[in-house]
């Protein structure tokens, strides 16, 4: 009689019993627990003859197959991945393309043909030509410093093809329209409520209350 224990499995052998532990366990019944780090694994091929009426039954989910936290099912003895909303593919390995709700996008409307990006600064329009603006919703750049086309962040300098905008230390931008962040700022991919900040905990941004 042998007996094994934390999932372990034991066969019979000629010379008494054989057991063969789940990780990280160990021991003859598998009883310890390995406290010492696992040196590297290496691959080989190997062919195990099993003696006849050995199964074993193998679980598709186990390691979990699915990446980016995705949730894994066993359907038809095949592992099924349940992807978060913002993953999508077989594995959950793809980013959808498409901006969700909560994206920074979503709320930002992009005039004229323009189309919305994300930079370290944020969710941005790209303009197609004549058309210019934060919402590409002005058109022909104006060529002259009257009126002054940089606003209150910058001053209108004449030049041989128009104008050129001088920004103030805290502001960029061709028209000095986006506000410069410091070379440590690092941006949020998620939407807080007013009462809270985003702030990162290693590398995973979260809300944190004000």
Do not use: H
């Not at 930002?108 to 590409?136: A, L, S």
Request: proline share 10%; glycine share 8%.
């Amino acid at each position: 009689f042998f007996s094994s224990y934390n999932g372990g499995s034991c066969v019979a052998t000629t010379t008494g019993y054989l057991c063969q532990c789940s990780f990280p366990f160990t021991g003859s019944n598998c009883e310890a627990l390995i406290t010492t780090p696992m040196p590297r694994p290496v691959c080989a091929c190997v062919i195990c003859p099993c003696p006849t009426p050995v199964v074993t039954v193998v679980n598709p989910c186990l390691p979990n197959p699915c990446q980016n936290n995705g949730g894994c099912a066993v359907q038809q003895n095949l592992a099924r991945c349940y992807c978060p909303t913002s993953f999508t593919g077989y594995y959950c390995q793809f980013a959808r393309k498409r901006a969700m709700s909560n994206a920074p996008c979503a709320n930002v409307t992009c005039m004229n043909g323009g189309e919305c990006f994300v930079n370290e600064n944020g969710p941005q329009c790209t303009c197609p030509k004549p058309y210019y603006g934060k919402e590409c919703e002005q058109m022909n750049r104006p060529r002259t410093c009257l009126p002054s086309p940089c606003g209150q962040n910058g001053q209108c300098i004449g030049t041989a093809d128009g104008y050129k905008c001088l920004c103030k230390n805290d502001t960029t931008g061709v028209l000095c329209e986006q506000k410069l962040m410091p070379k440590n700022y690092r941006w949020c991919p998620i939407d807080c409520q007013p009462d809270t900040t985003c702030v990162y905990e290693g590398n995973t941004p979260k809300c944190r209350a004000l």
